[in-house]
């Protein structure tokens, strides 16, 4: 009778460990068309590609990054983007800003909270910031591309900006923590 079972148990292992290794293997590998077509589709519009700066995005040029995704006009310019992503860095969070897959959260130079009046269009993003001297800072660079360096760079991009996700996550769990305990709990840094 143990054998029986034995051998029960192997046969269903072979069955069933194809299509785990399968599922992990598909989790692993770049989203497909389809998947990607799902995340972003509404923003795309008047989303240009960051290395073709006059042509628009498709959805089926897509790679993922950061945790979400970029998009580009053709597949030349997303290999490219796949061989060196820290090269374009500054216009790649640009784009996640624009198509709203990140937000704002913070003052990308401070970390601190901002202040709706004190902003500045970048391209086609709006940023916020704390104070009127992160303004002029902004303002006293020579044109978008500069301006873009400084708000974008990755330093100032992790200070200033989260996932869409994980920003109403944490708005989630702050909002469950007030209701259920008494002690008041520290917020994440920006």
Do not use: W
């Not at 989203?31 to 042509?55: F, G, P, Q, R, S």
């Amino acid at each position: 009778m143990l054998k029986i079972t034995l051998l029960a148990v192997m046969a269903a292992a072979l069955v069933v460990a194809p299509q785990e290794s399968a599922t992990k293997k598909a989790a692993q590998e770049p989203a497909t068309k389809k998947a990607v077509t799902a995340v972003v589709v509404d923003n795309l519009k008047d989303v240009k590609c960051c290395m073709m700066t006059k042509k628009d995005v498709k959805k089926e040029q897509a790679v993922a990054y950061r945790d979400a995704f970029m998009y580009f006009c053709c597949p030349k310019c997303k290999g490219n983007f796949e061989k060196d992503p820290a090269k374009f860095a500054v216009k790649a969070n640009q784009q996640l800003v624009q198509t709203k897959q990140f937000v704002q959260t913070k003052c990308p130079f401070s970390g601190e909270d901002v202040d709706a009046a004190q902003k500045v269009k970048i391209g086609e993003v709006e940023v916020s910031f704390c104070c009127e001297n992160c303004v002029k800072k902004v303002n006293g660079e020579k044109d978008d591309e500069a301006k873009a360096k400084l708000v974008f760079g990755d330093e100032s991009f992790e200070k200033g900006f989260a996932k869409a996700e994980d920003e109403a996550d944490d708005d989630k769990k702050e909002n469950n923590s007030k209701t259920t305990e008494s002690a008041p709990k520290a917020k994440k840094a920006g």
